[in-house]
Protein backbone atom coordinates (compact mmCIF):
# COMPACT_ATOMS: atom_id res chain seq x y z
CA UNK A 1 0.00 0.00 0.00
CA UNK A 2 2.86 2.52 0.88
CA UNK A 3 4.38 2.18 -2.86
CA UNK A 4 0.74 2.96 -4.47
CA UNK A 5 0.40 6.01 -1.76
CA UNK A 6 3.92 6.90 -3.30
CA UNK A 7 3.12 6.50 -6.86
CA UNK A 8 -0.36 8.57 -6.00
CA UNK A 9 1.65 11.41 -4.61
CA UNK A 10 3.93 11.31 -7.27
CA UNK A 11 0.91 11.47 -10.17
CA UNK A 12 -0.54 14.13 -7.70
CA UNK A 13 3.00 16.47 -7.34
CA UNK A 14 3.21 16.10 -10.98
CA UNK A 15 -0.33 17.87 -12.12
CA UNK A 16 0.21 20.69 -9.46
CA UNK A 17 3.90 21.67 -10.90
CA UNK A 18 2.86 21.18 -14.93
CA UNK A 19 -1.06 21.33 -15.38
CA UNK A 20 -2.78 19.69 -17.60
CA UNK A 21 -4.52 20.40 -21.00
CA UNK A 22 -7.86 21.94 -20.08
CA UNK A 23 -10.08 19.34 -22.03
CA UNK A 24 -8.71 16.28 -18.97
CA UNK A 25 -10.35 15.15 -16.11
CA UNK A 26 -7.30 16.36 -13.97
CA UNK A 27 -7.35 19.75 -15.15
CA UNK A 28 -11.32 19.94 -13.90
CA UNK A 29 -9.96 18.57 -10.74
CA UNK A 30 -7.39 21.09 -10.52
CA UNK A 31 -10.18 23.59 -10.62
CA UNK A 32 -12.69 22.87 -8.28
CA UNK A 33 -12.59 25.25 -5.34
CA UNK A 34 -14.50 24.00 -1.44
CA UNK A 35 -17.75 26.72 -2.03
CA UNK A 36 -17.04 27.52 0.99
CA UNK A 37 -14.04 28.60 1.47
CA UNK A 38 -13.01 29.07 -2.42
CA UNK A 39 -9.57 27.08 -1.71
CA UNK A 40 -8.50 24.36 -4.23
CA UNK A 41 -8.63 20.74 -3.35
CA UNK A 42 -5.74 19.70 -1.07
CA UNK A 43 -3.20 16.82 -2.71
CA UNK A 44 -4.92 14.02 -0.29
CA UNK A 45 -8.31 15.22 -1.97
CA UNK A 46 -6.45 15.21 -5.58
CA UNK A 47 -4.74 11.92 -4.81
CA UNK A 48 -8.35 10.26 -3.76
CA UNK A 49 -10.10 11.67 -6.80
CA UNK A 50 -7.54 10.82 -9.07
CA UNK A 51 -7.10 7.22 -7.59
CA UNK A 52 -11.11 6.83 -8.06
CA UNK A 53 -10.71 7.85 -11.81
CA UNK A 54 -7.99 5.17 -12.50
CA UNK A 55 -9.81 2.75 -10.75
CA UNK A 56 -12.85 3.34 -12.32
CA UNK A 57 -11.57 3.13 -15.63
CA UNK A 58 -9.86 -0.07 -15.12
CA UNK A 59 -12.73 -1.37 -13.63
CA UNK A 60 -15.15 -0.52 -16.82
CA UNK A 61 -12.53 -1.68 -18.88
CA UNK A 62 -11.73 -4.88 -18.26
CA UNK A 63 -15.64 -6.02 -17.17
CA UNK A 64 -16.76 -4.76 -20.91
CA UNK A 65 -13.90 -7.14 -22.13
CA UNK A 66 -14.57 -10.13 -19.71
CA UNK A 67 -17.90 -10.06 -20.88
CA UNK A 68 -17.39 -9.82 -25.10
CA UNK A 69 -14.84 -12.81 -24.49
CA UNK A 70 -17.48 -15.22 -22.72
CA UNK A 71 -20.59 -14.01 -25.67
CA UNK A 72 -17.60 -14.68 -27.74
CA UNK A 73 -17.19 -18.36 -26.23
CA UNK A 74 -20.59 -19.00 -25.82
CA UNK A 75 -21.50 -18.49 -29.70
CA UNK A 76 -19.11 -20.11 -32.10
CA UNK A 77 -21.05 -18.22 -35.09
CA UNK A 78 -20.06 -14.80 -33.87
CA UNK A 79 -16.54 -16.13 -33.02
CA UNK A 80 -16.10 -17.67 -36.09
CA UNK A 81 -17.74 -14.23 -37.92
CA UNK A 82 -15.02 -12.14 -36.22
CA UNK A 83 -12.37 -14.29 -36.74
CA UNK A 84 -13.42 -14.36 -40.39
CA UNK A 85 -13.23 -10.30 -40.40
CA UNK A 86 -9.80 -9.89 -38.92
CA UNK A 87 -8.13 -12.55 -41.05
CA UNK A 88 -9.91 -10.58 -43.90
CA UNK A 89 -7.92 -7.86 -42.94
CA UNK A 90 -4.68 -9.70 -42.17
CA UNK A 91 -4.97 -9.27 -38.02
CA UNK A 92 -5.64 -13.57 -38.36
CA UNK A 93 -4.84 -15.87 -36.88
CA UNK A 94 -2.23 -15.29 -34.40
CA UNK A 95 1.32 -16.56 -35.21
CA UNK A 96 0.23 -16.94 -39.21
CA UNK A 97 2.79 -15.98 -41.75
CA UNK A 98 1.90 -12.41 -42.97
CA UNK A 99 -0.53 -11.84 -39.57
CA UNK A 100 0.27 -8.44 -38.91
CA UNK A 101 -0.32 -6.29 -35.46
CA UNK A 102 -3.68 -4.28 -35.19
CA UNK A 103 -3.47 -0.21 -35.83
CA UNK A 104 -5.87 2.13 -35.50
CA UNK A 105 -6.87 2.69 -39.26
CA UNK A 106 -7.86 -1.10 -39.25
CA UNK A 107 -10.87 0.18 -36.49
CA UNK A 108 -13.15 1.74 -38.93
CA UNK A 109 -12.83 -1.23 -41.03
CA UNK A 110 -13.91 -4.06 -38.44
CA UNK A 111 -17.66 -3.38 -38.81
CA UNK A 112 -18.98 -6.73 -37.37
CA UNK A 113 -16.37 -6.85 -34.38
CA UNK A 114 -17.36 -3.08 -33.77
CA UNK A 115 -21.18 -4.15 -33.72
CA UNK A 116 -20.55 -6.98 -31.56
CA UNK A 117 -18.54 -4.43 -28.86
Known amino acids: MAKHDDL???KVQRLIKS???DYTIA????AVKDPATGKPLSPNQLKAEVATFMAAGFETTSHA???CLAVLAAHEDI?????E?????GL???GAPGVRDIEASDLGKLTYLSGFI
Not at 27 to 30: G, N, Q, R, T
Not at 85 to 89: G, T
Open 8 to 10: MNQ
Open 19 to 21: PPA
Open 27 to 30: AHLL
Open 65 to 67: ITW
Open 79 to 83: QQKVI
Open 85 to 89: ELMAE
Open 92 to 94: APA
